[in-house]
């Protein structure tokens, strides 16, 4: 899956590099590629405590509200004890969400529009106790919402609920929140 990204994220830098020039309504660009990262946050279903985590995402404006994006949240190892006695953390757990999804953004102002998001998602944990490792991962329906605030004609402030599948008995939850910047080109 992985792979898939960054092939996607590659394309879509080629279509934006192969674009002339983007056309500007309001101060947003209407076409053309956009990249982003984000703080997010879950909650880890395995220790019953937030984790915070990094997501990377890249789309393409097909107008002012149709776009396609691409995007990985990664949650790194959260160590824990597993058993009570002597000694260090004993146990790990780790998680990490891609998605590739059609994105529909309505502008409310100059600056501010709505946004939401339809498609797949592919997601993994990982965990380990003593000598014992285990995985799990699935394919669902991913679907967000959010907000994005344009502080100029490429940069923007972006917020938003996110849902990555179904819910998660160990690892972060399917349910995120993160915010972040992007960049339009």
Known sequence: MNKLLITLAASLVAIG????QGVVANGNPLAGVYVG??????????????????KVFAGYNFDQ????????????????????????NDAFVKSNSSYLAAKYT??????LSAYGKLG?????????????????????????????????KNV?????????????DRGAKADVVSAGVQYAF
């Open 37 to 54: 990262a984000s703080v997010a946050g879950a909650k880890n279903q395995t220790i019953d405590d937030w984790k915070a985590g990094g």
């Open 120 to 152: 797949a998602s592919y997601n993994e944990r990982k965990g380990g106790y003593r000598n014992t490792n285990w995985t799990d991962h699935d394919t669902g329906l991913y679907g967000a919402v959010g907000l994005q605030y344009a502080l100029t």
């Open 156 to 168: 923007s402030l972006v917020g938003e609920y996110e849902r990555y599948g179904k819910d998660k």
């Open 65 to 88: 509200n149709w776009a396609v994006e691409a995007g990985h949240t990664r949650f790194d190892s959260q160590d824990y004890r597993a058993t009570s006695g002597a000694g260090g």
């Open 17 to 20: 590099s192969a674009q002339a």
């Open 106 to 111: 309505l502008p409310l102002n100059g600056a």
